[in-house]
């Protein structure tokens, strides 16, 4: 079964400082993951997803993440932290069928002026 | 381009009344359809998911039910609420076959006092 732990169900960071959302993942297979955010009372919006290929993968909104697999881990980070980009960002992964998504908890993200 | 439609956005029903949410998709053909509730505070939980019309997989038991009566609708009932059943309703839609990345509606926030 596959399944994702994000450390810190809040971060608070300044406005222009590093964003760093960490997310570990357990999965049977070779995973796929993807990171998604969600600002308040929208639908989830993707931002990246790993897929096997390279394992830096950049998405959208200056974010990225990097796939390690002797730390199954999937972080996202931003060098510097906008306002906007407070929201609250989930880290989920696929099952070997393709056909369902598991999400972490969320972590909500704040950025201070 | 693909959209998805998802409607109410909000809904205040009392308990023990029904209820039916409405999801649609536009652009793709046999999509794999989900209805995931997200309760405060609290992360995604799949509710069902969809890969054909008539095909329906629940995840969790409860009251809660869903219906696929055509290729891009998908429809979530219930025929007496509970007050458990608040929450923010998001359905989501990906490609058929393989990981893919899943795409979100606006969610619909029900309240059930």
């Known amino acids: ?113 | 381009s693909q959209t998805i439609h998802q409607w109410p956005a909000t809904l205040v029903q009392p308990v023990g009344s029904p209820l039916s949410l409405e999801c649609t998709v536009e652009g793709t053909s046999n999509p794999n359809l989900y209805w995931y509730r997200q309760a405060a505070g609290r992360g995604l939980q799949l509710l069902f998911y969809s890969v054909g019309i008539g095909q329906i997989s629940s995840e969790v038991p409860q009251n809660l039910s869903a219906s696929r009566p055509q290729d891009r609708q998908f429809i979530l009932s219930s025929k007496k609420l509970l007050l458990s059943d608040s929450g923010f309703y998001l359905c989501a839609w990906s490609r058929a076959g393989g990981r893919s990345p899943l795409h979100f509606g606006n969610g619909t926030r029900l309240t059930v006092t």
């Open chain 1, 1 to 113: 079964a596959q399944s994702v732990t994000q450390l810190g169900s809040h971060v608070s960071v300044s406005e222009g400082a590093l964003v760093l959302l960490r997310c570990k993942y357990s999965s049977s297979v070779p995973p796929y993951l993807f990171w998604y955010v969600q600002y308040p009372n929208q639908g989830l919006q993707l931002l990246l997803k790993y897929t096997s290929a390279a394992t830096l993968v950049k998405g959208i909104n200056g974010f990225e993440a990097e796939f390690k697999k002797s730390e199954t881990s999937f972080h996202l980070t931003k060098p510097s932290a906008h306002m906007s980009d407070a929201a609250e960002y989930f880290c989920a992964v696929s099952d070997s069928s393709g056909s369902r998504l598991t999400f972490g908890e969320g972590t909500q993200l704040t950025v201070n002026p």
